[in-house]
């Protein structure tokens, strides 16, 4: 009961201090979208690194990851340590430093926004909207059953799930509609720093315990040697590599991360941020997974259903501390929710929203004596045209549709974490691959002038096809040459066709290349 009493206190606690945050975020957030979005594209090194830093790490970090290495062995910091901190941080350098020039002049706001103006193309910008909101909305509503969970398992039961996950979900509604980009990335801050001192001090505290890393290693070595071996088990060649990449490349085109790359201050910023990133990720992933590793070799006992930290934080250190680390892990559930709700509202409002009414706001032009159906869609469209003129009148009120998208956003994930159907769970198991599908495309279109909107549209919808059909049709292969998984293969497609299908096409009516050619003065 005394745990649970601290558990509880902390966490309220942690939503007391981001309330207040976000309270003085509020009173400093202008009334405009970019600024509600983006903070007006302010962030400094420190804040731009850990909001990013806390914005990835979700309570997979202190539960998943940890899990699986200690069912599989350590090597799975090759894939989300050393190897994505690494590729990353070499992405952030290529797309996201590109990504900033151009936003920096033209003042776009989402990836959508970006593809859309460049090819002149209303539809490509939706399609990677609701691509993007397709895979954004699992991660969600799993972040929330996971929230709803830890609170289950918190007070034992007393809090019924649907309180627990509801009861979070309201307070994330309330402060994210509230502070905007500027709160959410000083809560994830102070997060980032919390969640490495804990993790550490975890490490400290276990080892000083057991006798030290050596002592913990070899009874490691005696327990599962073959966790010691390079390449074994799960861990083949094929698997680490596509993993690494589809992960790394996935989480450039996460709405929450890939915005980032709009909001930093300056090209110092930007280029400091990137080359801390590697360091940052391996100081949180090798102890959080060698604590998991650590852990078999130790004997701990893991409940059925359960994990691994929480586990062997009971065995070795005292309750207090536990229930310090379980909540933290709590908090970065929200951490990651708070972000990607205002990211899907940014893409629900500014790229599925505001084209339609932009385009009835253009008069109809139909012939004088029309047809039947087409005095129907003249009436329609000047209704339309009113709607989205009374709407449009100022454009401050698109940050109150903002905050609107971002309660529309959380609600549906809500009530879908209540019955969480197979077919979300496994969306949200292969969401990077996902992701890593636009990648490629999006790379392309920033470097290379001769892409072409068909390109584009081949691309991206080329390899989304491909990519979907080997998650969801059992005839599909899931792997190909030995082990590489769908998701790279679908990569590779989406390279190859959006390179193909723009050498062997024309510039539509509307493209305009030379929105994207900035250089490095521009951003000064």
């Given at each position: 009961?005394?745990?649970?009493?601290?558990?509880?206190?902390?966490?309220?606690?942690?939503?007391?201090?981001?309330?207040?945050?976000?309270?003085?975020?509020?009173?400093?957030?202008?009334?405009?979208?970019?600024?509600?979005?983006?903070?007006?594209?302010?962030?400094?090194?420190?804040?731009?690194?850990?909001?990013?830093?806390?914005?990835?790490?979700?309570?997979?970090?202190?539960?998943?990851?940890?899990?699986?290495?200690?069912?599989?062995?350590?090597?799975?910091?090759?894939?989300?340590?050393?190897?994505?901190?690494?590729?990353?941080?070499?992405?952030?350098?290529?797309?996201?430093?590109?990504?900033?020039?151009?936003?920096?002049?033209?003042?776009?706001?989402?990836?959508?926004?970006?593809?859309?103006?460049?090819?002149?193309?209303?539809?490509?910008?939706?399609?990677?909207?609701?691509?993007?909101?397709?895979?954004?909305?699992?991660?969600?509503?799993?972040?929330?059953?996971?929230?709803?969970?830890?609170?289950?398992?918190?007070?034992?039961?007393?809090?019924?799930?649907?309180?627990?996950?509801?009861?979070?979900t309201l307070f994330m509604i309330v402060?994210?509609?509230?502070?905007?980009?500027?709160?959410?990335?000083?809560?994830?801050?102070?997060?980032?720093?919390?969640?490495?001192?804990?993790?550490?001090?975890?490490?400290?505290?276990?080892?000083?315990?057991?006798?030290?890393?050596?002592?913990?290693?070899?009874?490691?070595?005696?327990?599962?040697?073959?966790?010691?071996?390079?390449?074994?088990?799960?861990?083949?060649?094929?698997?680490?590599?596509?993993?690494?990449?589809?992960?790394?490349?996935?989480?450039?085109?996460?709405?929450?991360?890939?915005?980032?790359?709009?909001?930093?201050?300056?090209?110092?910023?930007?280029?400091?941020?990137?080359?801390?990133?590697?360091?940052?990720?391996?100081?949180?992933?090798?102890?959080?997974?060698?604590?998991?590793?650590?852990?078999?070799?130790?004997?701990?006992?893991?409940?059925?259903?359960?994990?691994?930290?929480?586990?062997?934080?009971?065995?070795?250190?005292?309750?207090?501390?536990?229930?310090?680390?379980?909540?933290?892990?709590?908090?970065?559930?929200?951490?990651?929710?708070?972000?990607?709700?205002?990211?899907?509202?940014?893409?629900?409002?500014?790229?599925?929203?505001?084209?339609?009414?932009?385009?009835?706001?253009?008069?109809?032009?139909?012939?004088?004596?029309?047809?039947?159906?087409?005095?129907?869609?003249?009436?329609?469209?000047?209704?339309?045209?009113?709607?989205?003129?009374?709407?449009?009148?100022?454009?401050?009120?698109?940050?109150?549709?903002?905050?609107?998208?971002?309660?529309?956003?959380?609600?549906?994930?809500?009530?879908?974490?209540?019955?969480?159907?197979?077919?979300l769970v496994q969306i949200g198991d292969?969401?990077?691959?996902?992701?890593?599908?636009?990648?490629?495309?999006?790379?392309?279109?920033?470097?290379?002038?001769?892409?072409?909107?068909?390109?584009?549209?081949?691309?991206?919808?080329?390899?989304?096809?491909?990519?979907?059909a080997s998650v969801f049709l059992p005839?599909?292969?899931?792997?190909?040459?030995?082990?590489?998984?769908?998701?790279?293969?679908?990569?590779?497609?989406?390279?190859?066709?959006?390179?193909?299908?723009?050498?062997?096409?024309?510039?539509?009516?509307?493209?305009?290349?030379?929105?994207?050619?900035?250089?490095?003065?521009?951003?000064?």
């Amino acid at each position: 009961m005394a745990d649970t009493t601290i558990q509880l206190g902390i966490v309220g606690g942690y939503m007391v201090l981001a309330a207040a945050i976000g309270v003085v975020a509020y009173r400093l957030t202008d009334r405009t979208a970019e600024d509600y979005y983006l903070a007006s594209r302010t962030f400094g090194t420190v804040v731009l690194l850990f909001t990013t830093f806390a914005t990835l790490l979700s309570a997979f970090t202190f539960f998943g990851g940890p899990n699986l290495t200690f069912a599989q062995g350590p090597e799975w910091l090759l894939v989300m340590g050393l190897m994505d901190g690494i590729i990353f941080a070499v992405l952030w350098y290529v797309l996201g430093y590109k990504q900033w020039l151009v936003g920096q002049r033209h003042g776009y706001v989402t990836l959508g926004e970006m593809l859309g103006d460049r090819f002149g193309s209303r539809l490509l910008r939706g399609l990677v909207a609701a691509i993007s909101l397709f895979w954004l909305f699992p991660y969600v509503m799993l972040q929330q059953k996971g929230a709803g969970q830890a609170v289950v398992g918190l007070t034992d039961g007393a809090v019924p799930f649907w309180v627990g996950a509801g009861g979070i979900t309201l307070f994330m509604i309330v402060y994210v509609a509230v502070s905007g980009m500027r709160g959410v990335a000083w809560t994830d801050t102070l997060q980032g720093i919390v969640m490495l001192g804990l993790i550490w001090a975890a490490v400290a505290w276990i080892l000083s315990a057991v006798g030290g890393p050596a002592a913990a290693t070899d009874r490691l070595a005696e327990t599962n040697p073959e966790f010691l071996a390079l390449g074994g088990g799960l861990y083949t060649p094929e698997y680490v590599l596509s993993t690494a990449i589809s992960i790394a490349f996935g989480v450039t085109m996460f709405p929450q991360i890939n915005q980032r790359f709009f909001v930093a201050r300056s090209q110092k910023v930007l280029k400091r941020t990137l080359a801390l990133w590697p360091v940052l990720v391996v100081l949180l992933f090798v102890p959080a997974f060698m604590l998991g590793a650590w852990a078999a070799g130790l004997g701990v006992t893991v409940p059925e259903n359960g994990n691994v930290i929480p586990a062997v934080l009971n065995e070795y250190t005292a309750g207090w501390f536990t229930a310090a680390v379980v909540a933290a892990a709590l908090a970065a559930m929200m951490s990651s929710s708070d972000s990607m709700l205002l990211s899907g509202a940014s893409y629900l409002t500014r790229d599925l929203y505001r084209p339609v009414t932009d385009l009835a706001e253009e008069e109809p032009t139909l012939p004088d004596r029309a047809s039947l159906v087409n005095r129907v869609r003249r009436s329609l469209l000047a209704v339309a045209v009113s709607v989205g003129r009374t709407l449009h009148s100022d454009r401050d009120r698109e940050t109150l549709l903002a905050r609107a998208g971002v309660v529309v956003f959380a609600t549906v994930s809500f009530v879908a974490s209540l019955y969480a159907p197979g077919t979300l769970v496994q969306i949200g198991d292969t969401a990077f691959g996902g992701f890593a599908q636009l990648a490629l495309p999006v790379i392309v279109a920033l470097y290379w002038p001769r892409t072409t909107r068909w390109g584009m549209y081949a691309g991206v919808g080329g390899s989304q096809l491909f990519y979907l059909a080997s998650v969801f049709l059992p005839f599909v292969p899931g792997s190909y040459l030995g082990g590489w998984s769908a998701s790279v293969v679908c990569m590779a497609l989406g390279l190859v066709l959006t390179v193909g299908v723009s050498l062997v096409t024309s510039a539509s009516p509307g493209e305009d290349a030379g929105l994207y050619s900035v250089s490095g003065v521009d951003g000064d």
